[in-house]
C-alpha cells in the first residue's frame, strides 16, 4: 500500500501523542498529585484575597489563574525541554532518522500534552469551583471556547519553537525552564489581572500567549467586571492570538531547521551530555 | 577534623556546580536571584490591585516577611531533602560516596549548605527590596535586647 506524505505524518502526530497520554495515567497517584497539589498553591492566594476583602471574581481570577499553570508547566517541561531529554535518552537519533518531518513529532508531543494538561486543569478548576463556591459566567460559550483554542495552538506554537532552541542552550535549558516559572506567573497576571503591571509592561508580556488568554478568558467569565480589570477588548486579543498562532507556528519550523543546519555543522545534535 | 572541613569543602564545591548544573554562572546567578524576587512580587502586585498601594501596614509586612522566609522551607522540602535521593538515583554516584574514607555526614552537610547559602542570598535580596520600594520597616529589639528604636530604612529592612 502506497501512503501519502500526509497520512504517514499524521501517524507520526499519533505515534508520538500516544505514549503522552497513556503513560500520563499510567501511575494514579500521579493523577491524584497533578489535580490536587495546584489546587493547594491556588487556595494559598484564594485565601489572601478573601482575607483582604478583595471582591469576590478575584477568587475566581485565582482558580484560573492556578488552572492555567498546569499548561506553561507543561509547555515548559515537556514541550521545550523535551528534545534535550530525547537526546539524553537517546531517542532523538531516532527521530532524526525516521522518515517524516520533525514538525510531526513536535505536533504529537503537543496534541499529547495537552489532552492530558487540559484534563488536570479542567479537574483543577472544578474542585477549585466546588471548594471555593465562585461562580462562573457562561453567556458566550462559543467566544469561550474560540479563546481556548486560539490561546492553546500560539502556546504550543510557542512550546515547539523553544524545544529546538532548548536543544541548542543545552545544560542551560533546566535554569532557562526555571526562569520562566515564577517571573512569566508575575508578568503574565496568573493571579492578578495583567493590567495592574501598566500598559506597556502588559503588552510587553503580550508575546506569552496566556497572558491575552487568561484575560480574555477573564472577561468573559466574568462580563460584569466590565473595563476595571480587562486589559485590551476580547475580540482585540483573539485577533492578536490568532497571530500569534501563525508566529509561534511559523517560528517553530525556522527555529527546526536552524537547529538541524547547526547540527550538520557541528556534529554535536544528537551527542549527549553537552 | 582537617578532614572532615576538607571533606565539607570539596562537598561544598561539588553542591555549587550541580546546582549550577556546570553551565553558565550569569545564568544561573540570574536565575537564583530572580525568582525568589518574581515569586514575591506577585504578592505584592495581588497587595496592590486590592489596597492601590497602601504598603505600611502590618498584614504587608507579616506576608511580605512569610513569603521571603518561606523560601526556606521549600528548599528543605525540595532541596536539602533530595541530596540522598538525587546522589543515588540520577547521579547513581552514592555508592561510591558512602565507602569513600570520609564523614558521610559531614558530606552531606557541605552539600546542604550550598543551597541554604543559595536560598539566603534570594531571601537577604528579597528583603533589601521590600525595605528600598516599599514602607517595610526593620525593628532590631528582638535581637538586641534594647527598645523599639533601631529602625532601619535601606539598609535592612522589616517588620511593626
Request: aromatic residues 14%; proline residues 4%.
Amino acid at each position: 500500500v502506497t501512503e501519502t506524505w500526509l497520512l504517514r505524518n499524521l501517524r507520526a502526530v499519533r505515534g508520538r501523542a500516544y505514549p503522552r497520554i497513556v503513560g500520563a495515567n499510567r501511575e494514579p497517584s500521579w493523577v491524584f498529585f497533578d489535580i490536587v497539589l495546584p489546587l493547594l498553591t491556588v487556595a494559598a492566594y484564594a485565601y489572601i484575597y478573601k482575607f483582604m476583602d478583595a471582591p469576590k471574581e478575584f477568587v475566581g481570577f485565582v482558580i484560573l489563574g492556578g488552572a492555567m499553570t498546569a499548561f506553561w508547566l507543561n509547555i515548559l517541561w515537556s514541550m521545550a525541554s523535551q528534545l534535550y531529554w530525547e537526546k539524553e535518552t537517546g531517542n532523538l537519533s531516532l527521530f532524526m532518522m525516521a522518515p517524516i518531518s520533525r514538525m510531526s513529532i513536535l505536533a504529537g508531543m503537543a496534541v499529547g500534552g495537552l489532552f492530558f494538561t487540559t484534563l488536570r486543569a479542567a479537574s483543577t478548576m472544578i474542585i477549585g469551583i466546588v471548594v471555593f463556591g465562585i461562580t462562573l459566567s457562561l453567556s458566550d460559550p462559543l467566544m469561550l471556547i474560540l479563546v481556548f483554542i486560539v490561546t492553546m495552538i500560539a502556546l504550543y506554537g510557542m512550546g515547539m519553537m523553544f524545544a529546538s532552541l532548548y536543544l541548542v542552550f543545552g545544560r542551560e535549558a533546566y535554569h532557562v525552564s526555571n526562569l520562566m516559572t515564577e517571573p512569566i506567573y508575575l508578568a503574565s497576571g496568573f493571579y492578578f489581572p495583567v493590567k495592574a503591571l501598566g500598559f506597556w509592561a502588559a503588552a510587553g508580556a503580550s508575546i506569552i500567549p496566556i497572558t491575552l488568554g487568561l484575560d480574555a478568558l477573564r472577561q468573559l467569565f466574568y462580563p460584569l467586571t466590565g473595563e476595571q480589570y480587562q486589559f485590551l477588548p476580547v475580540t482585540v486579543e483573539v485577533a492578536i492570538l490568532a497571530v500569534l498562532c501563525v508566529m509561534f507556528i511559523g517560528l517553530s519550523k525556522l527555529s527546526l531547521d536552524y537547529m538541524e543546519k547547526l547540527g550538520k555543522s557541528t556534529g554535536r545534535l544528537t551527542l549527549r551530555w553537552q | 577534623m582537617r578532614n572532615d572541613l576538607r571533606t565539607f569543602k570539596n562537598a561544598a564545591w561539588l553542591g555549587w556546580q550541580m546546582e549550577a548544573n556546570w553551565t553558565d554562572p550569569f545564568l544561573f546567578a540570574t536565575y537564583s536571584v530572580v525568582k525568589p524576587l518574581a515569586g514575591t512580587l506577585i504578592l505584592v502586585f495581588m497587595y496592590l490591585v486590592i489596597t492601590s498601594g497602601e504598603t505600611g501596614v502590618a498584614f504587608f509586612s507579616f506576608m511580605y516577611v512569610g513569603n521571603a522566609l518561606y523560601m526556606y522551607v521549600a528548599e528543605v522540602l525540595f532541596g536539602v531533602t533530595w541530596v540522598i535521593h538525587d546522589d543515588r538515583e540520577h547521579y547513581m554516584t552514592l555508592k561510591q560516596v558512602y565507602i569513600a574514607p570520609i564523614n558521610f555526614h559531614t558530606y552531606i552537610f557541605g552539600r546542604a549548605a550550598v543551597k541554604i547559602a543559595i536560598t539566603t542570598v534570594g531571601v537577604l535580596l528579597t528583603l533589601v527590596l521590600g525595605s528600598s520600594y516599599s514602607e517595610l520597616t526593620l525593628t532590631l529589639a528582638p535581637l538586641t535586647g534594647r527598645s523599639c528604636s533601631h529602625r532601619w530604612r535601606s539598609a535592612s529592612p522589616a517588620y511593626a
